[in-house]
């Protein structure tokens, strides 16, 4: 994860500005500069300007972390897509670039066979203070990463269980009680199924189970008074 550091610039900008290097002539004697990302990304748009089979040279480095050399490669700039994210005026990487990118990444991953190995430049080389945002606010990138890992997995919805199909939560004295008031309904023949009891023995009776227990048996009672 790079960022362009040239404030205000498009995607487009950036995208045409590495092709303009691609362009060089290496034998005219001119002191050139080397340089390139596969991606670069603004608000509204998403350019692709090399290959993701092809290498590019975007964290070439004399030197790595620890980290990067364990993890990826003895040159980490052979084996990583280099993303370039666009930064507004202020500096700051806009929420609708930040989106773009996460959006990438996860395409990158589910699509096309990736790692979830997510690196900013200067977890890799060290020394590079890119994407600036994200090295001022190192929050920013754990929001980034913990975005693309929930697109990823995103989580199940919480299925509310319904109240009528819950058991009944209830004290030892109030099983205690239920227990009498069903049993003394089948004593009195007034509900037959012996299951009845055994669900309130055995604390498995729901919500809306009891409601239609005492429906039954309050007018079965008041049926047979009269």
């Given at each position: 994860?790079?960022?362009?550091?040239?404030?205000?610039?498009?995607?487009?900008?950036?995208?045409?500005?590495?092709?303009?290097?691609?362009?060089?002539?290496?034998?005219?004697?001119?002191?050139?500069?080397?340089a390139g990302a596969h991606f670069s990304v603004d608000r509204t748009s998403i350019y692709n300007s090399i290959p993701i089979s092809e290498l590019a040279y975007h964290v070439g480095s004399t030197t790595y972390?620890?980290?990067?050399?364990?993890?990826?490669?003895?040159?980490?700039?052979?084996?990583?897509?280099?993303?370039?994210?666009?930064?507004?005026?202020?500096?700051?990487?806009?929420?609708?670039?930040?989106?773009?990118?996460?959006?990438?990444?996860?395409?990158?991953?589910?699509?096309?066979?990736?790692?979830?190995?997510?690196?900013t430049h200067k977890g890799i080389v060290g020394w590079k203070d890119c994407p600036l945002p994200w090295v001022k606010n190192p929050s920013e990138f754990e929001r980034f990463k913990k975005a693309v890992n929930?697109?990823?997995?995103?989580?199940?919805?919480?299925?509310?269980?319904?109240?009528?199909?819950?058991?009944?939560?209830?004290?030892?004295?109030?099983?205690?009680?239920?227990?009498?008031?069903?049993?003394?309904?089948?004593?009195?023949?007034?509900?037959?199924?012996?299951?009845?009891?055994?669900?309130?023995?055995?604390?498995?009776?729901?919500?809306?189970?009891?409601?239609?227990?005492?429906?039954?048996?309050?007018?079965?009672?008041?049926?047979?008074?009269?």
């Amino acid at each position: 994860m790079h960022y362009t550091a040239s404030p205000g610039a498009p995607a487009k900008n950036i995208s045409k500005y590495f092709a303009g290097l691609a362009a060089q002539n290496p034998n005219d004697n001119v002191n050139h500069r080397y340089a390139g990302a596969h991606f670069s990304v603004d608000r509204t748009s998403i350019y692709n300007s090399i290959p993701i089979s092809e290498l590019a040279y975007h964290v070439g480095s004399t030197t790595y972390t620890k980290e990067a050399l364990t993890q990826l490669s003895s040159y980490p700039n052979n084996c990583t897509v280099g993303i370039e994210m666009c930064i507004e005026k202020d500096g700051s990487i806009h929420e609708g670039t930040f989106n773009n990118v996460v959006d990438l990444v996860v395409y990158l991953i589910k699509k096309e066979g990736f790692p979830n190995s997510i690196w900013t430049h200067k977890g890799i080389v060290g020394w590079k203070d890119c994407p600036l945002p994200w090295v001022k606010n190192p929050s920013e990138f754990e929001r980034f990463k913990k975005a693309v890992n929930d697109k990823l997995n995103p989580p199940k919805p919480i299925e509310e269980e319904d109240e009528v199909n819950k058991v009944l939560e209830y004290g030892t004295w109030a099983w205690e009680e239920l227990d009498k008031y069903i049993g003394d309904a089948y004593n009195d023949k007034i509900i037959s199924e012996w299951s009845w009891v055994e669900k309130v023995r055995k604390k498995k009776l729901t919500y809306g189970e009891l409601i239609l227990l005492k429906v039954l048996i309050d007018e079965r009672r008041r049926n047979k008074q009269s």
